[in-house]
């Protein structure tokens, strides 16, 4: 990527109309981030620690865990540094790099919410052959795909984002680095972008949302067959967890770059949703609608006061 900008910093406004307020969001958003590191490496050393959960799906949440660790990380130690009364600014490589980390892991963690959806197809509609067609090859290769076509999603992005040239305002709109803000600071027309942009950011998580819904209509068609009421409570409960998580991550995508006139205060809010709340509740979603990974986490809270104590 060449840069041909002479502009070699940016300097971060943060959070509209919430001058005053900054001590106050530094120990929310540093609430939010510790939570989310806890509850996430409960959940790994839960899974790992427990052979009855060394599963695909499992495996697969896992991997969930470690984005959700590392997404919010992306953002928030620049943010709350600042919002400290440091400086506010931002260089040129490191607006790039948080930009691409940003989407990298955002669009990872949306082919991961559909491998996650086709895993619990397999497991409820070809339960015989389920660890026939889910087996460690595939599991693995499926895991791959998911961050290598978000990298490549993230390098199209930001390679879109940072050939234009920047070459007067260097004040960023908002608290990170992301492709509209930054798109309103180039010192071209931007249009075209705009509108490539759109359509790859709008699309990539459509295609995932239709290819979850196929998976989950088929598997409610499954389910519909069961006879019994209690097979079909337990199926479903499998999947409620699941489906929360879904909602959660993609109600943010959709209102923040699908949205006709764009509104500062309302994509901040969402963007924080999106950054700190989703990560934080995945490990209580996933963790408090399931005994299994509650029986393991109840162990190893147990060994961790066993050992401090």
Request: net charge positive.
């Amino acid at each position: 990527m060449r840069n041909r900008s002479v502009v070699t910093e940016f300097i971060l406004l943060g959070f509209p109309h919430t001058e005053g307020l900054e001590n106050l969001l530094f120990a929310l958003f540093l609430t939010f981030y510790i939570f989310t590191l806890i509850g996430n490496l409960l959940i790994l050393l839960a899974i790992v620690s427990s052979t009855r959960l060394h599963t695909p799906m499992y495996f697969f949440l896992c991997k969930l865990s470690v984005c959700d660790i590392f997404f919010p990380s992306v953002s928030s130690p620049k943010m709350m540094f600042y919002l400290l009364g440091n400086s506010r600014t931002i260089s040129y490589t490191g607006c790039v790099s948080e930009l691409f980390f940003y989407h990298f892991l955002g669009c990872t963690e949306c082919f991961l919410y559909t491998v996650m959806a086709y895993d619990r197809f397999v497991a409820i509609c070809y339960p015989l052959r389920y660890t026939v067609i889910m087996n460690h090859r595939v599991c693995a290769i499926l895991a791959t795909g998911t961050s290598l076509f978000g990298c490549i999603q993230a390098i199209f992005l930001t390679t879109l984002t940072f050939q234009l040239p920047y070459c007067g305002p260097n004040e960023v709109d908002y608290y990170f680095c992301d492709i509209p803000v930054m798109l309103k600071l180039a010192c071209a027309d931007t249009s075209s972008l705009e509108m490539v942009g759109f359509i790859s950011v709008g699309l990539m998580p459509l295609s995932c949302f239709l290819l979850i819904l196929t998976s989950y209509g088929r598997i409610v068609y499954s389910i519909l067959q069961i006879r019994s009421a209690e097979g079909q409570r337990h199926a479903f409960s499998t999947c409620s967890a699941h489906l929360t998580a879904i909602l959660i991550a993609y109600m943010p995508v959709v209102i923040i770059y699908l949205q006709p006139t764009p509104r500062p205060w309302l994509n901040a809010t969402v963007q924080v949703l999106n950054n700190f709340v989703t990560p934080m509740l995945n490990p209580l979603i996933y963790s408090l609608r399931n005994k299994e990974v509650k029986s393991s986490l109840r162990k190893v809270l147990y060994h961790l006061s066993f050992h401090s104590g």
